[in-house]
């Protein structure tokens, strides 16, 4: 790249960050947590109209991406090489930002179905560890998932199987947005295999009256132990 198109592209991307609503926006989603055009809007002082023009903007220039999930579209920063320069901006600007505080009633916040699979702040777990270990590796860019040979072995060990699983005429495994904890917990067919073996072991137990599920002591060992979480960190 020649010195011409290095400056011209830096100045497109400040260009795409300058403009305060969508500064605002680019610095709600620093906390790692995806939100709807609508969450935006408001947090820029925006229409919803307006903030669609921002947002498209911003995917534009590569500063966002967007998971589209049913009739809904959550945006989130592309990558931390976005969120280091924002860090550095905010820096020089000597200006500090909110964290992300969910409101979701607390039973559902910590684990819950979502449709034929599991949700909520143990279902993000889980799939972060998933990744962490290796055993989910990205296959597209839409979220797509794909098993190493090692994430094979261990969901094969929980009593998954893996060759049927994927069988099914749905997306194998993929990012699905917890709409609590605003990060991806593990969808697709895979995820509700994973769903099946919680239940079927006990490791939760389901509300009679809600979506809410209840990790049973066992259920918190048991994850504990076999998606070898440190000693400091709790799956459940």
Known sequence: ???ESADAGVSAVAGA????ARTRMLYCLMDGHARTSTE????????PSTASVHLARLLERHLVKVLAQGKHRYYSLQGAEVAAALEVLSLLAGTPHGAFVPNTPTRLRHARTCYDHLAGAVAVALHDRCHELGWLLAADASGGYELGEAGRAAFEALGVDVTATRRQRRRFACACMDWSERRPHLGG???AALLGVALKRRWVVQDADSRALH????GEREMRSRFRFPEQQRAA
């Open 17 to 20: 960050i300058a403009e305060p």
């Open 215 to 218: 990790v049973t002591p066992r």
């Open 1 to 3: 790249m020649d010195v």
């Open 40 to 47: 935006l809007a408001a947090v820029a002082g925006v229409s």
């Open 189 to 191: 067919a895979l995820g």
